[in-house]
Nanobody, 120 residues
Framework: QVQLVESGGGLVQAGGSLRLSCAAS????????MGWYRQAPGKKRELVAT???????NYADSVKGRFTISRDGAKNTLYLQMNSLKPEDPAVYYC??????????????WGQGTQVTVSS
């Protein structure tokens, strides 16, 4: 069973930093694009940042210059370095992966989410 497990969320003061991690495990053949999404209470889930297998990145305008997405292919792990956190950043952050399992079937997986809270 393929799993995505996020970690690194928590409470931080405005202006502070957090680093989220997402570890993919299970019968994985290869991982294509990965990404971070977030959902605040009463709002739709929105894209934060994505990264392709080749390392190309894409960011939401609201986080450009503050957040950095990266991945370690050898560890099947995705990261999100979040700096200069703002009061509008709190949400549950979800990891997403588009991958082929060992049967070469392509799936889109989500993690369970990790809470990020920013105090002013």
């Amino acid at each position: 069973q393929v799993q995505l497990v996020e970690s690194g969320g928590g409470l931080v003061q405005a202006g502070g930093s957090l680093r989220l991690s997402c570890a993919a495990s299970g019968p994985i053949f290869s991982i294509n694009a990965m990404g971070w999404y977030r959902q605040a209470p009463g709002k739709k889930r929105e894209l934060v940042a994505t990264i392709t297998s080749g390392g190309s990145t894409n960011y939401a305008d609201s986080v450009k210059g503050r957040f950095t997405i990266s991945r370690d292919g050898a560890k099947n792990t995705l990261y999100l370095q979040m700096n200069s956190l703002k009061p509008e950043d709190p949400a549950v952050y979800y990891c997403n992966a588009d991958l082929f399992d060992r049967r070469l079937v392509e799936y889109d997986y989500w993690g369970q989410g990790t809470q990020v809270t920013v105090s002013s």
